[in-house]
């Protein structure tokens, strides 16, 4: 291995091991790396190889979200590699699939130059396509959302990890939609035909089965 990047191996393992702050973390974030990281609660955290299930559920909602909000001729977009901060924590997330508004951008100071969000009025949706670390998307992120004012958030969870207090008895894939109401999160369950009802989107022509099945 060149030296460089033996170097550049033992910075980021540095990195990993201690509590950093937001601005710590954005400023140290490896580019072209082929890894992905997230700060949660100034912890650094690799992410993990995501399976090729897991990437074709998030290719599928992201596509057929975008030909509705399209078809709306709504100013949302989906961004490749945006980040979330909860402002009043030292967290950044990479979500599966975000939904920006374009025209409420021009209010978020760390846009222009991290292409970081941090308030809940520029994210119509955000959607986390659940892998091993479930814990994260239903207690962490699911709380951080709320208190942003995320008015929706998916948790698809294809292949039933999360509690059964999240996704019920007998365990089975499902997707929960979670809408800010009151300032706090209600969620619906959804299932096998059910058709998904989303809040942001009340016209979606899509059901739970369609999405696991994404790709077949």
Known sequence: MPVFNVLQENVMMQALSKIVTF??????YPENSGVRYELHNGEIVKKSQPT?????????????????FRRLKL?????????????ERESGYFPDVLILNSAALVDEPLWEKYSTVTKGTSIPLV???VSTNWRDD?????????????????????AALGAKKFIGTPKQP?????????????????????????????ELNLTARQVFNAGY
């Open 23 to 28: 601005d710590e973390f954005i400023e140290w």
């Open 52 to 68: 090729g299930k897991h990437e074709m559920i998030k290719g599928f909602s992201a596509a057929e979200l975008t030909l509705e």
């Open 75 to 87: 100013p949302y977009f989906i961004p490749n590699q945006a980040i979330v901060k909860p402002p």
């Open 127 to 129: 959607i986390e396509v």
């Open 138 to 158: 239903y207690y962490l992120k699911l709380a951080d959302f709320e208190q942003m004012g995320i008015p929706e958030y998916w948790v698809i969870d294809y």
């Open 174 to 202: 499902t997707i929960s939609v979670y809408q800010l109401i009151d300032e706090e999160y209600q969620s619906n369950q959804f299932r096998g035909g059910e058709q998904i009802i989303s809040p942001s989107f009340p």
